[in-house]
């Protein structure tokens, strides 16, 4: 079972990275996909979240109208659309699946989003 994120790096003030989770071992298609993030010093928080069917989404206030998830069941991807990045988005950003019912979830390795001012 691998997730496996890319797509940060370092970006200006008011830029645009598109952060992707790709899954094997297994489908993500009974998984409810959320990114998290983790900025040094603080807990880790709900980014984006999105459920199996991706019929429904959730944002941290922080971010709604700035980034988008999306899914690709066919491809076992989700994926974090960022726009108009602002310093306070800097962070290591997580993948996570979870199935509902079963509990069983799992963690990608993150991947470093920095936003210059």
């Known amino acids: 079972v691998q997730l496996v994120e890319s797509g940060g790096g370092l970006v200006q003030t008011g830029g645009s990275l598109r952060l992707s989770c790709a899954v094997s071992g297994f489908t993500i298609s009974s998984y409810a996909m959320t990114w998290y993030r983790q900025a040094p010093g603080k807990e880790r928080e709900l980014v984006a979240a999105?459920?199996?069917?991706?019929?429904?989404?959730d944002y941290a206030d922080s971010v709604k109208g700035r980034f988008t998830i999306s899914r690709d069941n066919a491809k076992d991807t989700v994926s974090l659309q960022m726009n108009s990045l602002k310093p306070e988005d800097t962070a290591v950003y997580y993948c996570?699946?979870?199935?509902?019912?079963?509990?069983?979830?799992?963690w990608g390795q993150g991947t470093q989003v920095t936003v210059s001012s």
């Open positions: 999105i459920r199996s069917a991706g019929d429904s989404t």
């Open positions: 996570n699946a979870r199935q509902r019912g079963s509990g069983r979830q799992y």
